[in-house]
């Protein structure tokens, strides 16, 4: 056990989604490991306890693993549960903290961000409930960082071959390495009508997966190719790569370009999906048609009870602020609540802890359930499958259908990234400033009805989150919305909805 002196770095405050910085950041000497130690000091109940360790592959992903095993071991952890390849969808995860009764769990993803030496890093912290830890948790580790004089870890060990399944001791911590497709693909299982999608794709229903070199591809293959019967070749770009093949693993229009040319033209397949580099985003199309992340989610919604694990119906749905409002309609005419929380997933978890919500969802390209604690990609994908079987309709469909019961909306979002970050700054405090001001003026033909800085109380553990996002409410109903983005990591990202 070594005890190693160090300082404090000033800018390990998580953001949206854990702590993320370029690689170059992240290889600085003790950088990794004060945060780390950061995290494992706020945690009661450390000693004896498991975690489970894995990420989405990208560059830094095995010395970082290494760095926080070693650690781990100096810090009285009995058990470090750690994906193949030292590799683990955010989902996945999220499913074997729970399976395992966990403490919790490091994530290393910079999800959708570039990888690579010169590209980002991230590392994240999920609590025992297999969600990212709340606010309050973060904004602790953020305090003990910059007070943080000392860590613990093992020294003089030999590296663990994070290829060889098994159980291996590093020191007093006891390393199980193990393949975590087989744990989730089995949680797929029992939620989904599995012989349902069997016999659509039986029935010749054709689909693309694109892995985008990232988390998913082994998790897809083994999901839709090997256990639904999906067309060999089904999933493309599905090897997981530590530059994600160069491509920018986010699943959108602009990024899941090849993916979009495939989903086009007369001979193109019934469905198409993407996910990105840890596995929790999901863009579904169908043929020649686009599926907003937000009426996915209300369509999946409305859907939802013909999924055998939603069988008895919703009793909840949540969406983050900026999310159009689509599953609002859906909500009210099932008379079940919906919840409005600020961007990101961990506002989610006191929802789906406490039973009061079993779908929510992010206009980000994130959809997920009370089946874990993070957004799930390819649990989107199977819902959308599992519906289409049953429901017997294309995608289009299913979707105009949809707008056509519920009525439609419409929306955008513009990113302006890499702004000076005091420019940004100026920018939101001038916006607040003049919000007072607004109801009643007409902008555009539109009448403001209300102006604020959406402030959140948590309905469950009754937390308060400020400042989550200037919003100009119209009386017919439209909005604008502008935040800062908290997962970019070089100077300010501006978001207007
Ligand atoms: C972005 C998305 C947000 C999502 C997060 C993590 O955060 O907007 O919905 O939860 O990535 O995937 P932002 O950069 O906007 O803070
Ligand atoms: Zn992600």
Redo the contacts with the bound molecule.
Sequence with gaps: MCLQTTTPFNDQRP???GLRKTVTVFQQAHYLENFVQSVLDCLPDLPGCTLVIGGDGRYHNDTAIEIILRMAAANGVARAVVGHGGIMSTPAASNLIRQRRALGGFILSA?HNPGGPLGDFGIKFNGSNGGPATEALTEAFFARSRQLTTYRILDAVPVIDLNRLGMVALGPLEVEIIDSVADYALLMEQIFDMAAIRRLFAGGFRMVFDGMNAVTGPYAVEILENRLGAAQGTVINRLPLPDFGGHHPDPNLVHAAELVSMLTGPDAPDFGAASDGDG??NMVLGRDFYISPSDSLAVLAANAHLVPHFAAGLFGVAR?MPTSLAVDRVAAALAIPCYETP???KFFGTLLDAGRINICG???F?TGSDHVREKDGLWAVLMWLNVLAVRKISAEALMREHWRDYGRNFYSRHDYEGVESAAADALMAELRSGLADLPGRILANHIVASADDFSYADPVDGSRSARQGVRIIFKDGARIVY?L????TSGS?L?VY
């Design positions: 953001g949206t989604s999800s929790d985003r983050s961007t990101g997933w992010e206009e980000s994130g935040r983005s908290g997962t970019g990202t978001r």
